[in-house]
């Protein structure tokens, strides 16, 4: 019988076909190409940035008032918003701001080093304001009081202060306005903040016993509070930075504060903008002793004190009708001590170089037991 032949094994082959290769070196290629080409645009930019901030030293080194040269939150505004008008994504505009912003902040630091004094800590929403003005290279010092950032200033330790001034939801801020009768610094800037409150904690949200904020943040928030955390008892701290350290820290508390608080005390943001008032907007003044000049869209700032009389106060805002300036803010606060009676704090638009403005101001001054231009500054755009 003849025996069966003994099959072939098949001869694995060490290669592969030539159409199973293509895409792994196709792909491999493509990676590689697009490596270069990430690593030149890397490079294009760097030139680029590095430019602009060769650019822009060179302007304020020929500059002979440091002060201007390194503080203009006009320019500075106009520049942010032409950037914001011709992007065309995919970045968002905070984030194109975010670039801009941090250009000029590292390259005016290094010409000229500015000390900025906030209300602290790091991450409340005073910082955000000082940090959207003046860029995270300034020297940023926080401080505990809104009387601190005046005395920090007034004692030449700062070179501005960053405080709240109003918000829209619970109005003016008494702090602030009483230091300005203390003290003779004058307003040289400001900053309007859209405030989106956030609910953060460290487990979920109907574990939570315990919400910890500033007073102002949770009377902002009292509404949604009272709807979506009942069982929660509310405690008010110094900031909205120390309640995101309580929530990180202790079981079954959370915290109202920002974005930016969650991120750096790594909590999780169990309900994002639960502000009553979804137009929530507060107004930060900045400090400092030096004037600023007319840009063209201005606001004056005044502290009026008028006799107590009847129709003292009627006769020194006629002359804001009669002059046709438009008024946008009036606040009243008590005078301190046994005289009786009120100072007026005056919002307006124009420059007190302005010529109806100055007509204006020199009617009061006539009327005025006090009078005190807080400054005139470039009125800013809303943010956020």
């Known amino acids: 019988m003849a ?3 003994v099959p072939k094994k098949p001869v694995k082959s060490n290669t592969a076909p030539a159409s199973a290769k293509a895409p792994t070196n196709t792909a491999a290629k493509a990676s590689a190409g697009s490596a270069q080409e990430m690593a030149r645009l890397d490079n294009e930019i760097l030139k680029l940035l590095n430019r602009r901030a060769a650019a822009t030293a ?3 080194e020929a500059d002979p008032n440091w002060w201007s040269a390194t503080y203009d939150p006009r320019s500075d505004d106009d520049l942010l918003k032409r950037i914001e008008s011709e992007n065309q994504g995919p970045l968002p505009a905070d984030a194109v701001r975010g670039v801009f912003r941090q250009v000029l902040s590292a390259v005016r630091n290094r010409v000229r080093p500015r000390r900025v004094s906030y209300l602290g800590p790091a ?11 003046f860029g995270e290279s300034s020297d940023l010092i926080p401080v505990n009081t809104i009387a601190a950032v005046f005395e920090e200033v007034n004692r030449g330790h700062a070179d501005f202060g960053v405080v709240p001034i109003e918000n829209s939801t619970d109005g003016r801020i008494i702090d602030t306005l009483d230091m300005f009768t203390r003290l003779p610094l004058r307003i040289c800037g400001e900053i309007q903040l859209c405030i989106h409150h956030n609910l953060l904690g460290k487990v979920s949200r109907g574990e939570i016993n315990e919400v910890y904020s500033k007073p102002q943040a949770l009377s902002q928030c009292r509404d949604w509070l009272s709807r979506n955390m009942p069982q929660a008892r509310l405690i008010e701290v110094t900031s909205t930075s120390t309640a995101a350290q309580l929530a990180r820290d202790k079981p079954g508390a959370g915290a109202i504060a920002s974005k930016q608080a969650a991120v750096e005390y790594g909590l999780q943001i169990l309900a994002d903008s639960v502000e009553d008032n979804k137009n929530n907007v507060t107004r930060f003044a900045m400090i400092g002793d030096k004037p600023i000049g007319p840009t063209g869209r201005d606001r004056t700032s005044l502290l009026l004190q008028i006799g107590d009389k009847p129709g003292a106060l009627a006769d020194a805002l006629a002359s804001f009708k009669q002059n046709k300036i438009n008024l946008t803010w009036i606040e009243s606060f008590p005078l301190r001590g046994p005289e009786s009676g009120y100072i007026f704090f005056i919002d307006c638009e124009g420059h007190s170089k302005d010529a109806k403005v100055k007509r204006t ?3 009061l001054a006539r009327l005025a037991v006090r009078m005190e231009v807080l400054g005139s500054y470039p009125r800013s755009e809303l943010i956020g």
């Open 361 to 363: 101001l020199d009617d």
């Open 123 to 133: 991450f409340s929403f005073t910082h955000m304001a000082a940090v959207e003005r």
């Open 58 to 60: 060179k302007l304020i």
């Open 3 to 5: 025996s069966k032949p």
